[in-house]
Nanobody, 124 residues
Framework: LVKLVESGGGSVQAGGSLRLSCTAS????????MGWFRQAPGKEREGVSC????????YYIDSVKGRFTISRDNAKSTTYLQMNSLKPEDTAMYYC?????????????????RGQGTQVTVSS
C-alpha cells in the first residue's frame, strides 16, 4: 500500500518561512519523480514544483521561483519543499505526490500516489 504523509504546514506571517516534508512508504521511492501541488479554496489545484528521481532536475511555477526550493533524500524516502518569503497568495492545502515525470505540465500517477495534504496559511 502506497502511503505519502506530508508535514510541516502551519500559519505564518507574510515574509516567513516553512519547510514541508513528505515521507513515502510502500513504494520504491527513488524510481519516481516527486512533486508538490497546492489548492486554495475556490481555486483549481496547481502543480507548484517537481524534482526528478535523482534530484538533478527541478521545475517551479513562475509564482514561486526564487522563493521555494524542492529537494529529496532518497535514503529517507522523503521530499522537501522549503518555502521562503511567503505571501498570502501562497495560502493553500499542499500535497505531495509521485509523478509520471517532472516537466512544466507534471501530473501525479493517481490519487493512490498522493498524500492527504498539509495546510499552509500566510497572513498579511
Amino acid at each position: 500500500l502506497v502511503k505519502l504523509v506530508e508535514s510541516g504546514g502551519g500559519s505564518v506571517q507574510a515574509g516567513g518561512s516553512l519547510r514541508l516534508s513528505c515521507t513515502a512508504s510502500g513504494v520504491v521511492f527513488e524510481r519516481y519523480s516527486m512533486g508538490w501541488f497546492r489548492q486554495a479554496p475556490g481555486k483549481e489545484r496547481e502543480g507548484v514544483s517537481c524534482v526528478t528521481w535523482g534530484g538533478r532536475t527541478t521545475y517551479y511555477i513562475d509564482s514561486v521561483k526564487g522563493r521555494f526550493t524542492i529537494s529529496r533524500d532518497n535514503a529517507k524516502s522523503t521530499t522537501y519543499l522549503q518555502m521562503n518569503s511567503l505571501k498570502p497568495e501562497d495560502t493553500a492545502m499542499y500535497y505531495c505526490a509521485a509523478l509520471n515525470g517532472c516537466s512544466s505540465n507534471f501530473t501525479y500517477i493517481s490519487d493512490n500516489y498522493r498524500g492527504q495534504g498539509t495546510q499552509v496559511t500566510v497572513s498579511s
